[in-house]
């Protein structure tokens, strides 16, 4: 045993990404004494401009809207108390089939080699217990959550360190329930062609499958929060309709599946932290 902390790393794509599927664990992890580093891979430029604007369209100002996302990743951090944070600074890729996957510099773009020797240094400064980033498809298919995840195993790999790895998920049937209540929203909505319903219903995994449950309900009103910091993205709108209540019901428990680890904790468990403390 040594006195330096437990620490966690969270590896994300873009600013906003650390609130939806860790922002429980990184607040609770930080008020358990943690150390919590968040890496944000890239600048969110791509997201959406003031009121809504798109990227390509009149008033869209790429700059303008990282600078925004940068200050909102700021607010959403000190919400979470998150200890450490380590912006990597690539510019966004946009969603698959963008012109601006193809633009120079871009993190779709970046050797993987390249972004994961940046990420090995800050895990051989950082040391973490655990490692959190996305499955090989991002989750969703976002190159810069497919390249995330890319250059975190590699660094993994690079630094020489043992830390439990966890890819975050969420299980079909909460996937099936989001469904269900954007719905309830946006009752005028049409149904989705098939091929799209097909693909939503592939996302996230069977409850068998999934090998971490991590109750975060007692922080749920921070996670909210943390979205709330991040309103100008037009996704989070929705998670901020349903209210703090209904939100910490759904989104109260966050999910995980675990895919390397040297500690023998048993499975499921219900803390990422497990066979270390």
Not at 128 to 141: Q, W
Request: glycine share 10%; net charge negative; charged share 25%.
């Amino acid at each position: 045993m040594t006195d330096r902390p437990l620490t966690l790393m969270a590896v994300h794509a873009h600013p906003d990404d650390e609130a939806t599927t860790t922002g429980g664990v990184l607040a609770q992890y930080a008020a358990e004494g943690i150390r919590t580093v968040l890496v944000t891979c890239t600048d969110g430029a791509c997201g959406d401009g003031p009121g809504g604007v798109k990227p390509g369209d009149p008033g869209h100002d790429p700059a303008a809207v990282a600078q925004m996302r940068r200050q909102e990743l700021e607010v959403s951090r000190e919400v979470l108390k998150i200890s450490d944070l380590e912006l990597l600074d690539y510019a966004d890729s946009g969603m698959m089939g963008w012109p601006s996957n193809d633009a120079p510099g871009s993190f779709w773009q970046t050797p993987v080699e390249k972004g994961a020797a940046r990420l090995a240094d800050l895990m051989r400064h950082y040391r973490p217990d655990v490692v959190v980033t996305y499955d090989e498809n991002g989750f969703y298919g976002h190159p810069d959550h497919i390249q995330a995840h890319r250059i975190t195993m590699a660094a993994v790999e690079m630094s020489g360190l043992t830390p439990k790895v966890y890819w975050t998920t969420m299980p079909r049937s909460m996937m099936r329930r989001f469904g269900e209540i954007i719905r309830e929203f946006h009752p005028d909505m049409p149904e989705p062609d098939p091929a799209e319903a097909a693909a939503m219903a592939e996302m996230g995994l069977p409850e068998d499958e999934i090998s971490t449950w991590v109750d975060t309900t007692a922080f749920s009103d921070q996670k909210f929060d943390a979205l709330a910091a991040h309103a100008s993205q037009g996704d989070n709108i929705f998670f901020l309709k349903m209210g703090k209540e209904r939100f910490g019901e759904l989104m109260g428990i966050e999910t995980f599946v675990r895919v390397q680890d040297t500690t023998g904790a048993a499975v499921p468990e219900n803390d990422l932290f497990a066979g270390l403390r």
